[in-house]
Structure formats: structure tokens, C-alpha cells
């Protein structure tokens, strides 16, 4: 990064996703190698050829007011959960409104209200239709529902890049710090998208694991034994501030975006590019102006798909060799889609800063095309001083790939 450019410091984090309703209750469950994957007990997932997934558990009620919860999909309810703790962490820092963004990505947005109000339609006709039904199922409501909550007018932006739209949001924030654009940025992913639609959509394509009968064993990034990912719900926010705003207001230093980079594969609406991969990696160690040997770990996209996990970790070893401990936290929580690299990058942070990196579950043997230094015990303990800072990547249909470097300060 340019010297004479801003830094884009984290101040804040939050998230709501299978394993907890806060960034404490995620770590614990993490570090203890909790799964947050269970069966699907709902009536609509009976016949459906897979049925488990991971569901975020906690009573959207404790947190969100009656009104919140009829005028939202609960996309844009689990974004301003997450939201709201990391506002609360960064302090709620006093900023101009005019200079204070959101930039929230998702893969789907509200198509929960959508296909909800498409039956209310079809079986009870137009009377049986909420007035809420279009502002419920807008991609943007997430980014939308958090400005208005926080007062933010200096934009409310929605990176629409499927599985990659978390982490290019936060790579879309740190711009706009560096571009001075903003002084502080609400930025991250959210998708809650846990419906008999979509699980049939990536059934259909042989993405989700099958393994019904014991689903906390079923989402097993880079093992041999994998057959797919599970399906997740869930967000992660950061609060990005100019270096010059949190030091004004002595703000606490959780770290720092120090790059990042997006790429397009132009290559094949689902068949990623391993070539583009390694590209875009090296683009964001450029644009922090690192070398490959100052990061200590990497957190990879590594969703337990056969094909996926093994392209991902040879572009992994490309850049970083064999010896980087790489990690990858889907089999705790499942793949949360447009909020997987989001929560991620929220998982950087707390690794950053305890000096702990949660494992990879479900490896009992590692897939031997897999040439990396997999971290499958609970938790790793990074040697002091070896981890400056930490990659995360996030690939999405289209060929949309995005890595970001977060640093310790």
C-alpha cells in the first residue's frame, strides 16, 4: 500500500452465524471445535434429497424489535445483529454521517421473503401478500437496513459476487479509507438462504454433502472423505476507520486491512480458475506491498467440495508453499455463502490478536492431493512473532475471486 494513502483500520466486529450470536460465543465454539450443522427439522425439508444445514439458533427477538422483525428478511435481521456488535466494540464512534459508509455484500439477499410471499400469492392470492414483500426481498435491504439504523449517508453498497460478496465488500470499504472517501466504513456479507429451493439448486449440481445422518461430521474441508459442502446462515461485519479518525478518538486497534484484491476468472460460470486464484493472491500481497513469507496463516476458502478444496490448495501451495498453516472454519459453521469470507476475515482478527487459530474438523485423513500444512487439531497456537498478518480467500460462481491481507495493527 502506497505510504501516502490512509490506512483502513479495524476497529470493530460482529457476527451471527451457526455457532453463536457474537464474536465471543463464535470464538469459544471454534477453539473447543464445536459444530454448528445439525438436521433440518422443518416440515419443508422432508422430502428433500439433503437435509441438514446450518442454522443460526439464537432468538432473533433478544435482539430485534417486533417492528425490525415484520418489516425484515432475516437476511437484513442477521446483518444489523452483527452490525450492531461491532459498532458497539468500535465504541460507536461520533462521525460525520456524510463521511461514514456501508458496504454489505450477499449472494441472495431476501429470497426467503421471496419464495415466502410467492406461496402467500399462489395460495391465498393478492390480499395474502405483505406490504413489506419488496423492500423484504432486496439484495441491497442488508446495507440499506444498517445505514438507516446507524446513520450512515456516505453510501450503502451491495457487492452482489456470490460466495466472494463478504469479502469483496470489505475490500470495497478498505477503498474507499485509502481513496478518502470515508472515514469510517460498516462492511461485510450476510445470506440466509437455508430454504428448500436453494438446497435443491446445489443438490441438483452435487455441491452439498449427503451425509444426513450425522451432519455435525458432514462439512470436512480438504479431507479425502469429503463429498460437499452444507449449507449456512449467518454474517460477519468489521468497522473500518482512517488511521487519522481512530487515533483522534483513541480508538482500540483490532488490526488492519493492509490490501486486498478482486479478480474475475472470465473462465466458467462455476468451474473455478486455479490460475486466477493464485492471482488474485499475489495481487492482494502487491497492493499491501508484502511478501508471501510475512503471512503467517492462511484462512481458506476451503468449502468440502471434492474439486474445489483440492484446485484451492494448489494454489495455495503455489504462493505460500507447503509449510503456511492454512485453516478453514466450514466445518465448524458450514458454508454461509455471500458472509463466509466475511465471517473469515472476523476470524483473522481474533487470531491476530489471541495468537490462536482455530483447526479444520472432520480430517481423518487428509486428501493426499492436498499438499499443505492443514491445521486439524482444535486450536494452533501461532509461534509469537510468526504471524504478522493473515490471508483470506473467498471464490464464488462466476468466477469471482477475492483475497484480502489483514495484519495485527
Not at 58 to 71: I, N, P, V, Y
Not at 196 to 209: E, K, Y
Amino acid at each position: 500500500m502506497p505510504a501516502d494513502q490512509p490506512r483502513a483500520l479495524i476497529t470493530g466486529a460482529g457476527t451471527i452465524n451457526p455457532l453463536g450470536s457474537s464474536v465471543a460465543e463464535t470464538w469459544t465454539g471454534l477453539l473447543a471445535g464445536q459444530s454448528g450443522i445439525a438436521a433440518l427439522d422443518e416440515d419443508w425439508a422432508e422430502q428433500l434429497p439433503v437435509r441438514i444445514a446450518g442454522q443460526v439458533t439464537a432468538d432473533l427477538s433478544e435482539h430485534l424489535t417486533t417492528r425490525e422483525l415484520k418489516r425484515m428478511d432475516r437476511c437484513g435481521q442477521l446483518a444489523l445483529v452483527a452490525a450492531r456488535e461491532a459498532w458497539q466494540q468500535a465504541g460507536a464512534p461520533d462521525v460525520d454521517p456524510e463521511r461514514f459508509a456501508v458496504v454489505i455484500g450477499s449472494a441472495y439477499g431476501g429470497l426467503g421473503s421471496t419464495l415466502e410471499q410467492d406461496r402467500a400469492l399462489a395460495s391465498g392470492g393478492p390480499r395474502r401478500v405483505s406490504p413489506h414483500t419488496l423492500t423484504r426481498l432486496m439484495v441491497n435491504g442488508p446495507a440499506a437496513w444498517v445505514s438507516i439504523d446507524l446513520g450512515a449517508r456516505g453510501g450503502a453498497r451491495t457487492p452482489v459476487s456470490a460466495c466472494a460478496s463478504g469479502a469483496e465488500a470489505i475490500v470495497q470499504g478498505a477503498e474507499m479509507i485509502r481513496s478518502g472517501a470515508a472515514d469510517v466504513v460498516i462492511a461485510g456479507g450476510v445470506d440466509a438462504s437455508v430454504n428448500d429451493l436453494v438446497i435443491t439448486g446445489f443438490s441438483q449440481i452435487r455441491a452439498l454433502s449427503t451425509r444426513n445422518g450425522e451432519p455435525q461430521f458432514a462439512s470436512r474441508p480438504f479431507d479425502g472423505g469429503r463429498d460437499g459442502f452444507v449449507l449456512a446462515e449467518g454474517a460477519g461485519i468489521v468497522v473500518l476507520e482512517s488511521e487519522a479518525h481512530a487515533l483522534a478518538r483513541g480508538a482500540a486497534i483490532l488490526g488492519a486491512v493492509a490490501g486486498g484484491a478482486v479478480t474475475s476468472d472470465a473462465n466458467d460460470i462455476v468451474a473455478a480458475d486455479p490460475a486466477m486464484q493464485r492471482r488474485v493472491m499475489q495481487k492482494a500481497l502487491e497492493s499491501a506491498g508484502m511478501q508471501a513469507s510475512e503471512i503467517g496463516f492462511v484462512h481458506a476458502h476451503a468449502t468440502s467440495t471434492p474439486v474445489g478444496d483440492r484446485l484451492e490448495a494448489q494454489a495455495i501451495n503455489a504462493i505460500f508453499g507447503a509449510d503456511v498453516p492454512v485453516t478453514s472454519t466450514k466445518g465448524h459453521t458450514g458454508h454461509l455463502l455471500g458472509g463466509a469470507g466475511a465471517l473469515a476475515a472476523v476470524v483473522v482478527i481474533q487470531a491476530l490478536q489471541t495468537g490462536q487459530l482455530p483447526g479444520t474438523v472432520n480430517i481423518e485423513a487428509l486428501d493426499p492431493e492436498v499438499q499443505l500444512n492443514v491445521v486439524t487439531d482444535k486450536a494452533h497456537t501461532l509461534a509469537p512473532g510468526s504471524a504478522p498478518a493473515g490471508l483470506v480467500n473467498a471464490f464464488g460462481f462466476g468466477g469471482h475471486s477475492v483475497a484480502l491481507v489483514i495484519t495485527a495493527s
